[in-house]
């Protein structure tokens, strides 16, 4: 792949123009990475989904199908119990599977700070540990059917009034043992595909660029060898720079623009990120690609026209 074409991998697909048979198209998808037919890399399906597969309607078989809404993350978190939690998943991945999505974007176990946070409904508990096992249950569930998952928001975002500009004040003993435990829970417990780095900043720096939270503690002290994508819109010159997001550890910048690309291609070229980064950030989106339903479906084509 070209230094461009690597750095089109890395960021979400602006628009499908493509027909081709390796992308799939979802109506009221939250978003898709990009596909490059010349290797055989498919786009991926991404949906929304704390509270099930968030899409438009669709026709399946001449039929028209809408989106289950199941009950909500606060209201599984207070049964405190995983192997339902895990049920309900295993039925959202079927889903998703159904509808052609890849990946759920869910679990959400940020700590319920806030009462006035207008996303609790997609948070489980204002308790870490509990928070953690419930997540990782969500994980275990949905994975189980073929269809990957996205942890989020890492971490600290706890309110959506001006998330985008939030900048979340917290003691390292707090982070550690409140606001990183159910991360660190779920990870552990669970394996995601994927992370989702969150919208705000914490201590100053915004999540997608802080190198501290997503190499040193997320990836070297839990060991996830994952994805980590950005929330949507996340990036850009007012919020947190795309290429530091990479050189930092976020691996994909979602939901996908043109700008994003120039900006990762001209901070290689000036020699302000390392063309290693992209590499790994690369090989983490193509892990991601290849172990998705739409990918394993491609595989099993090949195999039965003799490919």
Known sequence: MSPREKAMLLVGCESL?????????????????????????PSTVMADGPVGVRIFPIKVDGKRHYCTCFPSSTLLASTWDTQLVE????????????????????PGINIMRNPLCGRNFEYFSEDPVL????????????????????????????QQVNKLNNDSRIPVKALREIYLKGFEIAVKESHPGAVMSS????????????????????????????????????????????????????????????GSVDDIVKAVSKGIILEEDIKRSAANVLKGIISSRIYQGFLRKQRENGI
């Open 87 to 106: 049920t309900q998943a295993g039925a959202m991945g079927e889903e998703a599977a159904v509808y052609d999505v890849d990946v759920i974007l869910t």
């Open 199 to 258: 919208y705000n900043k914490v201590n100053g720096k915004y999540v997608n660029n802080s190198y501290r939270l997503l190499t040193q503690v997320l990836r070297n002290e839990w060991g996830f060898d994952g994805l980590v994508m950005t929330d949507w819109f996340a990036t850009g010159r007012k919020y947190g720079d795309p290429a530091h997001a990479i050189a930092s550890g976020n691996d994909l910048i979602m939901p996908g623009s043109s």
């Open 131 to 158: 928070s953690g096992l419930m997540g990782a249950a969500m994980v275990n569930g949905v994975q189980s059917r073929g269809i990957g998952t996205s942890l989020k928001h890492f971490v600290a975002n706890n």
């Open 17 to 41: 123009v493509s027909k081709d048979s390796l992308t799939v198209y979802v109506p009221g998808a939250a978003g898709y990475t990009k596909s490059f037919p010349q290797y055989g890399i």
